[in-house]
């Protein structure tokens, strides 16, 4: 039997090529933008000997921070909430203007600090909840039931949410009442609450400043002149002063622009 294949010389073995592996990439911050192909890092480099643009820029790839200052303040006839509107997502300003206090109810507000996401949807939460419980008792729902809310969700996922509420807001039975919420799920209720990363800085100019009894304009002044002050020392609170007055009437919303802050200095 004669076959092609006898006439065919064997192939010598040759191992398969395979190509050296290539450097690891490396990260170049260019304008905060981070670029991970390697190509158009060498071609940066190429473009940019002298490393005028290579130092790094802000971090924006972080989880959004409500680093804030929120305050309220109970009056005879309801509360007074306010807070500053910066959102930053390490130390980049994602938000210089947010709105930081959350309609839960008719008259309820809840001024929320620590994770964006995490406080929005705590807050989104306890809106679903006390829509269906004022449809069931067929009246509006008690600031208190609201606290207890927040608090019930916060304390039950303490280990997985950032969040800190204070809600405050005006009800038939009680008035104005302010709770605050802090980490952790704990509740109490408080003649004025302050929270956020700016809190700190004016916990002695509010123990001073407040008094027993004030009356809506002094409550409106305390809390934007402290507000103020935490935004001119607390890097993570700026921009403007949202404040809300929550009564038996209704809600007023309040703007104070970033150039028009009061301070002390100024009286």
């Known amino acids: ?28 911050h260019l304008q905060g ?7 158009m890092d060498l071609m940066m480099e190429a473009s940019n000997p002298k490393g005028y643009l290579s130092t790094p820029g802000p971090d924006r790839n972080g989880e959004h921070m ?22 930053s997502t390490g130390s980049y300003v994602a938000n210089r203007v947010s709105d930081k206090l959350s309609k839960v109810h008719d008259r309820i507000y809840c001024l929320r600090s620590g994770s964006a996401a995490d406080t929005q949807a705590v807050a989104d939460m306890v809106a679903y909840y006390l829509d269906m419980h004022s449809v069931e008792v067929d009246t509006p729902p008690a600031v208190k039931t609201a606290a207890n809310l927040f608090k019930m969700i916060t304390y039950n996922n303490k280990d997985r949410l950032l969040a800190s509420i204070i809600c405050a807001g005006w009800d038939a ?55 103020a002050h935490a935004m001119s020392r607390d890097g993570s609170s700026g921009g403007v002063i949202r404040l809300a007055i929550i009564t038996e009437n209704g809600v007023e919303r309040k703007y104070i622009p970033g150039d028009k802050l009061p301070f002390m200095k100024d009286e």
């Open 173 to 227: 039975k009680n008035g104005g009442q302010v709770y605050s919420i802090p980490l952790g799920g704990s509740i109490v209720r408080q003649p004025f609450a302050v929270g956020g990363s700016g809190s700190t800085y004016i916990f002695g100019h509010c123990d001073s400043e407040y008094k027993k009894g004030m009356e809506q304009k002094e409550c409106e002044a305390f809390v934007s002149k402290a507000i």
């Open 33 to 39: 933008i981070n670029l991970e192909f390697r190509t």
């Open 1 to 28: 039997f004669f076959s092609l294949h006898s006439l065919i010389p064997p192939v010598p073995y040759r191992p398969c090529f395979i190509p050296p592996p290539l450097p690891a990439p490396h990260t170049t």
């Open 66 to 87: 409500m680093g804030t200052t929120i305050m309220a303040v109970e009056f005879k006839g309801g509360v007074v909430v306010g807070a500053d509107s910066r959102t």
